[in-house]
């Protein structure tokens, strides 16, 4: 588990350095180039599933799922949280095609209710939890990208500012879809607890509770 913890943080901080200097790789162009090359991943994953559905259990079918569609939607998704509303939805019609398959559900029924039963998070609230734990990773762990994110002078923090990041004005919207910007957006919003905790394990727990409950408050959208 350790090892595996791991290694997702270390292709995250080599994606980020890929980010960080080469400026072309996000402009919203050419993230709808790398959410289609997604999309078609995922489908091809999606079939395979649908192809063997009948022969298998629903346990196998969810395996399956993790084994080959649900990475698609997790590889470094930190780096393109921001993505627009229109290729989250063309991601989230994908999670809610393969939950149809696995639970055999036809499309009267919500696909809200069938990622309740999967006990799965929709793919905007997913994304959220693991920028926030990158958050935390950058927060207590200094690294090469530390200069992505400047924190605010403790000299002049208030209880409720503390380890809270500087947020600069969004000038352009590629600085607006960037992950220094809504890294640091995300961070601040938590609540000083999450944002002081040094524990991974704890920092995990609290932010599934926190983006879970946020999510049934409908702060995602419905989706």
């Known amino acids: 588990m350790k090892n595996n913890i791991t290694h997702r943080f270390a292709t995250l901080f080599l994606f980020l350095f890929f980010y960080k200097y ?22 091809s994953g999606i079939g395979a599933q649908k192809r063997v559905r009948s022969f298998i259990s629903r346990n196998t079918a969810i395996e399956i ?28 019609k994908l999670q809610n095609r393969a939950a ?11 696909s809200a209710t069938l990622r309740q039963l999967l006990e799965w998070d929709n793919l905007s609230t997913r994304r959220s939890k693991h920028l926030g734990v990158a958050m935390w990773q950058f927060a207590f762990f200094p690294s090469y990208l530390k200069d992505l994110f400047v924190t605010t002078d403790p000299k002049y923090e208030l209880r409720n ?51 879970t409950l946020s999510d049934s408050h409908g702060n995602h959208g419905k989706q």
């Open 22 to 43: 080469n400026n072309a790789l996000i402009k919203e162009s050419n993230w709808e180039k790398h959410v289609e090359e997604k999309c078609k991943k995922i489908s």
């Open 65 to 92: 799922y993790k084994a080959l569609i649900e990475p698609h939607f997790d590889y470094c998704s930190p780096v393109w949280y921001g993505i627009s509303s229109n290729l989250t939805n063309k991601l989230q």
């Open 100 to 110: 149809r398959i696995i639970t055999k559900s036809d499309f009267e029924t919500r």
């Open 161 to 211: 500012q503390e380890n809270k990041l500087v947020l600069p004005k969004p000038r352009t919207n590629f600085h607006k879809n960037s992950f220094s910007y809504n890294g640091a957006r995300l961070w601040n919003s938590l609540p000083r607890e999450m944002r002081t905790t040094v524990s991974l394990n704890k920092f995990k727990n609290y932010i599934g509770r926190h983006f």
